[in-house]
């Protein structure tokens, strides 16, 4: 197993497009720094939840 460090980029860090490192940094660049109803750091939930909350930002 093959392990990539991530660079950095310009002082942001660059992540894989829809990683879960990629969900929180889109949430937070968005001032989610915590799950609305959990009020738990955004690193504590598993991918499909911050998924959820990606793309309910707009609703």
Not at 14 to 19: A, D, F, K, L, V
Not at 21 to 31: H, Y
Not at 37 to 52: C, F, P, W
């Amino acid at each position: 197993m093959y392990i990539i460090p991530l660079q950095k980029e310009r002082g942001i860090m660059m992540t894989y497009t829809g990683s879960k490192g990629w969900f929180v940094q889109q949430l937070k660049a968005a001032g989610v720094n915590r799950h609305p109803k959990g009020l738990k750091k955004l690193e504590v939930y598993d991918t499909s939840t911050l998924r959820r909350l990606y793309f309910n930002l707009d609703k």
